[in-house]
T-cell receptor, first 117, second 111 residues
């Protein structure tokens, strides 16, 4: 059973370009989460999705960032017109269930390291 | 702002010694989880403790949870060089479908 897959592992973009980060959850997992990690810091929640639905995007910047989890295919985190401050590691996680109204164990992918020149 | 705060920020011990890391949080939680991250890599889930549990063991790991003090501790016994990593606590707030991470503890095991 393959783990959470993310690609690309490394992405370099120039300011103003678009970045697309992909995440395939573990088989059987219908809950997908995106987190951002700045150097020497912990992860910060960005968005929680189920198939074809954004459930919680309270951690997403209001502009330039969007996420989707289509019926078919991977979840996509899209960053338009990237700026240097977007440089970070972006992690995707998936979970098979919700327990007691809160998230249960999340399984993380290897991350995509975005560098904006 | 991050809810979880780990203490200490960095810890360096000799191989074979025990390592203890602490985590404090602010709001009501459903569960608390500990993760390990090796440098430049993804996160590996170590253990989950629910709000109605006080202690849990997994191999060389022992986790405690005190909901009255809103704190948790992770104990790694008989440490090994391979335990060198950053350790993060993450809380699952009640009713929230996300994890809130602390800043992490950087653990170094010296051979």
């Amino acid at each position: 059973n393959a783990g959470v897959m993310q690609n690309p592992r490394h992405l370099v973009r120039r300011r103003g370009q678009e970045a697309r980060l992909r995440c395939s959850p573990m088989k059987g997992h219908s809950h997908v989460y995106w987190y951002r990690q700045l150097p020497e810091e912990g992860l910060k929640f960005m968005v929680y999705l189920q198939k074809e639905n954004i459930i919680d995007e309270s951690g997403m910047p209001k502009e330039r960032f969007s996420a989707e989890f289509p019926k078919e295919g991977p979840s996509i985190l899209r960053i338009q017109q990237v700026v240097r401050g977007d440089s970070a590691a972006y992690f995707c996680a998936s979970s098979p269930r919700i327990t007691g109204g809160s998230t249960d164990t999340q399984y993380f992918g290897p991350g995509t390291r975005l560098t904006v020149l | 702002s991050q809810q979880g705060e780990e203490d200490p920020q960095a810890l360096s011990i000799q191989e074979g010694e025990n390592a203890t890391m602490n985590c404090s949080y602010k709001t009501s939680i459903n569960n608390l989880q500990w993760y390990r991250q090796n440098s430049g890599r993804g996160l590996v889930h170590l253990i989950l403790i629910r709000s109605n549990e006080r202690e849990k063991h997994s191999g060389r790991l022992r986790v405690t949870l005190d909901t009255s003090k809103k704190s948790s501790s992770l104990l790694i016994t008989a440490s090994r060089a391979a335990d060198t990593a950053s350790y993060f606590c993450a809380t699952a707030p009640r009713g929230a479908q996300k994890l809130v991470f602390g800043q992490g503890t950087r653990l170094t095991i010296n051979p």
